[in-house]
């Protein structure tokens, strides 16, 4: 394994075990500080901005992880390397 991946990896068991949650204790800690921080507001469109905000890190990371094989990234996503492609251009994390 590449030394990148073993940081990579390494990060990710230090954040587990600093913090034994999986993502979606992480996600729903998230949510609910969000809401506490509405100061009576009414949230809207919350869907839309989880996914903004999730969306984009998400690739990133995947990307980085795969050493920038964007086949690797899509099997890692789960997605094929066309919807990935398109993603990334969506995004603005594409050069083409």
Request: hydrophobic share 35%; no cysteine; charged share 25%.
């Given at each position: 394994?590449?030394?990148?991946?073993?940081?990579?990896?390494?990060?990710?068991?230090?954040?587990?075990?600093?913090?034994?949650?999986?993502?979606?204790?992480h996600a729903e800690r998230a949510l609910n500080d969000y809401f506490a921080s509405l100061n009576g507001h009414h949230p809207a469109r919350l869907y839309d901005l989880v996914m903004?905000?999730?969306?984009?890190?998400?690739?990133?990371?995947?990307?980085?992880?795969?050493?920038?094989?964007?086949?690797?990234?899509?099997?890692?996503?789960?997605?094929?390397?066309?919807?990935?492609?398109?993603?990334?251009?969506?995004?603005?994390?594409?050069?083409?």
């Open positions: 394994m590449p030394a990148k991946n073993q940081t990579s990896m390494r990060r990710v068991s230090m954040t587990i075990g600093a913090h034994d949650l999986p993502l979606r204790s903004r905000e999730v969306e984009e890190p998400l690739f990133r990371t995947v990307l980085d992880y795969a050493e920038g094989n964007q086949s690797r990234a899509a099997v890692i996503l789960g997605i094929n390397r066309g919807t990935l492609r398109k993603k990334l251009r969506e995004l603005g994390l594409s050069s083409g």
